[in-house]
Structures are given as C-alpha cells and as structure tokens.
C-alpha cells in the first residue's frame, strides 16, 4: 500500500508551488500510478492468485492445482490490470480528465464500478488460490482455538 500512498501524496501535495511546472507535477503523478499500478498487479498475480509460482524465472504461467480452466486466468489478470488503471483517475485534479461536472461524475463512478467488479474478480481468485493450495501446504483445520 505505500506506493498508492506515494500517489496519493503527490496529488495533494502543491508541487506547483516548490518551482515545478505543471507538466511536471503530472508527469511525476502519472509515474507514481504507473509504478503503484504495476507493483500491485504483480502483488495480486504472485501472491494474492499464487500463479507463477517460481518467480521471477518463471517457466509456466499457471500453478500446478487449478479449480478453473486455463484461460479464465489470463481474462481476470488482464481485467485486474484494466481496472488497476482506472483507480488513480479518481486522485487526477479536476481539469485534467473534463471541465464538465456531469462527465468528471460519470468517470469517477465508471472507475469505482470497475474497482468494485475487480475486488469481486481478485476476492474469487484469491479464494480459489487457498482452496486449491490449502491440502498441499496441510492445513486442513475448519476452525483455529
């Protein structure tokens, strides 16, 4: 989570005002989400999905267990990283996506749409995850003291 904080700093903090330019405190905002985008979808694709299980020299996509066929993987990781690039439109300053307010409204609830449907789509994957990797790491207790 600290690289989201790292954009969510950058969007409010005034760099304008410490003698960047405009087109710099963008461009500094828009690498900010693109490393947090990309560190959080590699998170969910290794750990949260358990996919490539040898990372990073990684010789198959795809975990030995699976619940699901082979190309639903590919479809909810390529949905993730959709929907990971639609969050950071809701820390853009106003006049960058629209200056109407009824458009600058639909994009934002478009983008947490999506950002509710793609932690439905992770919730199952990382559900799916624990219940095909829970026999082989032997934890088969159904309630902990």
Known sequence: HGT??????LSFYNLEG?????WQENMAIAAACVISTVYSLT????????LVPN???????LREQ???RRRVYPAICCFDLLCR???ATNLLPNHLLTKHAVRRELIVF??????????GAWCVLRMENEAATNCSKYREFVWLP
């Open 85 to 87: 690039t639609t969050w």
């Open 18 to 22: 410490r003698g960047f330019t405009e």
């Open 66 to 68: 699976r619940l699901y």
């Open 110 to 119: 478009t983008a947490e749409l999506l950002e509710v449907l793609r932690r």
């Open 4 to 9: 989201s904080w790292m954009v969510s700093a």
């Open 43 to 50: 998170w969910d694709i290794t750990k949260d999905f358990g």
């Open 55 to 61: 990372f990073p020299c990684c010789n198959a996509f």
